[in-house]
């Protein structure tokens, strides 16, 4: 998988987490670049280090949904431990009775009121995450931040403005072009004081990329692969299907079944896995 320089970046993160420290991180960059597959690393790292561990996605065609992001991340977990114990002011249990519909009640908020009264949800869920992390380190993973429905990306730059000060970890990945611009300053502002820490993820190195290739593929097929992929992950794995494919010689790149299965894995632990809402 090579990314040394991430990976220490993204192991040093789980270490401050574990020692009590809160922390933003940023993992920037294009389309297949291997944001989501570092993210997956995080989670695996983090839960390995007994850190709570909640992980929500955007999705370009959910933007509609009124803190989609957060209820993504936040509801299997209340669903599978409940709230009771959680020492929250009574105000913000009832407004998260309207945003996370394992809450409690069962009651749909209509999507309208939502969005006139979000900014006591901004409130709520901080003092949720709170509430959490105060009991154990927490890592909140998101993925796909580009896409945050608009009160998720405002709850975002709300944690950024108003950090929680506990155990909580938030990392975001994202397409930098495609971060909101409200949310995009607010980013780069984290970045500027030092609250949030960034990294952009860069193409693979040519030797880092040596390594997705089947040993003894002839060195010629491998540099023209690499170039033309530029050193982009997803690019070059296509690139290299396709032109095992098309020669119908034999495979191009390595078989790694243990690599095969990390870029697969759920995210989400088992025991939260429930159906999704169209079912
Ligand atoms: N370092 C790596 N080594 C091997 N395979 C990788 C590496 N990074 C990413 N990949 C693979 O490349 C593909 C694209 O990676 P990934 O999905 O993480 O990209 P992304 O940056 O999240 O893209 P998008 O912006 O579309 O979400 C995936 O199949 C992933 O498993
Ligand atoms: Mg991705």
Not at 50 to 76: I, K, N, Q, S
Not at 134 to 160: G, K, N, Q
Request: proline fraction near 7%; charged fraction near 30%; hydrophobic fraction near 40%.
């Amino acid at each position: 998988m090579g990314r040394e320089r991430e990976l220490g970046a993204v192991e040093q993160a789980v270490q401050s987490l574990r020692e009590g420290r809160s922390g933003v991180l940023l993992l920037a960059g294009e389309p297949g670049i291997g944001k989501t597959r570092l993210l997956r690393e995080l989670v695996v790292r983090a839960r390995a280090a007994d850190v709570l561990t909640l992980y929500g996605r955007a999705t370009e065609y959910e933007r509609d949904r009124t803190f989609g992001l957060f209820v993504d991340a936040l509801d299997d977990h209340v669903a599978a431990v409940g709230t009771s114990g959680l020492p929250l002011p009574r105000e913000a249990d009832r407004e998260l009775t309207r945003i996370l519909p394992s809450w409690g009640s069962g009651e749909e908020t209509h999507p309208s009121r939502l969005r006139e009264e979000r900014h006591r949800g901004h409130w709520a869920l901080r003092a949720l995450l709170r509430a959490l992390s105060e009991a154990r380190p927490v890592l909140l993973a998101l993925d796909d931040m580009h896409w945050a429905d608009p009160a998720s990306a405002e709850m975002l730059s709300y944690l950024l403005r108003h950090p929680v000060r506990e155990q909580l970890l938030l990392a975001m990945a994202f397409r930098q072009e495609e971060v909101p611009p409200p949310l995009a300053t607010e980013l780069a502002t984290a970045v500027r004081d030092g609250s949030a820490r960034r990294l952009d993820i860069a193409p693979l190195s040519e030797q880092e990329a040596d390594g997705l290739f089947r040993p003894g593929l002839h060195p010629g097929a491998r540099r023209r692969i690499y170039q033309d992929s530029g050193g982009n992950p997803f690019y070059l794995l296509e690139l290299a299907r396709a032109s095992s494919e098309s020669s119908g010689a034999a495979a191009v790149l390595a078989h790694r079944p243990e690599v095969e299965a990390a870029a697969h894995a759920d995210p989400v632990p088992r025991r939260y896995a429930r159906p999704s809402p169209a079912n």
